[in-house]
């Protein structure tokens, strides 16, 4: 009731932004902690591209790229099927937590994999050409010159094996 209602009773916030703006991206994070009747209301949404409330009203999702994310099989480690790397099967991690019917209107399970050490320091020699183009400097006067330890020491600081790019 919570995820398509608001507390007036009227449609969800969400819902009302789909119907004034259908061309969207719509994206459910972590998914798999959600209760089993958002799966049964999620049916609807990813096989016929429309949500029907308790009110009769159609909301229409035929234009709106739907985006579930998941941490299934992050946990497993081994050699779990054929993936490139010998890694976990996310596809049969993924296949193996939903029913059947739920499953067979995923378009497509799309596996990230962790950064390796040259995306870091593309990202991090991204974010400091981010910072000497602020206005700041250029009506300073300034001008942000760095080295490559700068750029491998920052990187370095700024990247963690298990929390990834988030420190």
Not at 66 to 95: C, K, Q, W
């Amino acid at each position: 009731t919570r995820l398509l209602h608001s507390p007036d009773g009227g449609p969800a916030g969400w819902i009302q932004r789909i119907r004034r703006q259908p061309f969207s991206l719509l994206l459910l994070d972590e998914i798999e902690k959600a209760a089993p009747e958002i799966f049964d209301v999620l049916l609807g949404v990813l096989d016929e591209g429309r949500l029907t409330d308790a009110f009769g009203r159609v909301t229409r999702f035929r234009s709106t790229i739907v985006i579930l994310t998941s941490n299934l099989g992050s946990t497993v480690h081994g050699n779990l099927g054929f993936g490139p790397d010998g890694g976990p099967a996310y596809d049969a991690e993924v296949r193996g937590f939903f029913r059947p019917e739920f499953f067979n209107r995923l378009d497509a399970v799309i596996t990230f994999h962790p950064l390796s050490p040259h995306d870091v320091m593309a990202i991090t020699r991204q974010e400091l050409e981010a910072l000497a183009a602020r206005e700041g400097f250029s009506a300073a006067g300034l001008r942000l010159v760095w080295s490559e330890n700068l750029v491998s020491a920052v990187a370095q600081a700024g990247y963690d094996p298990h929390l990834g790019a988030r420190p």
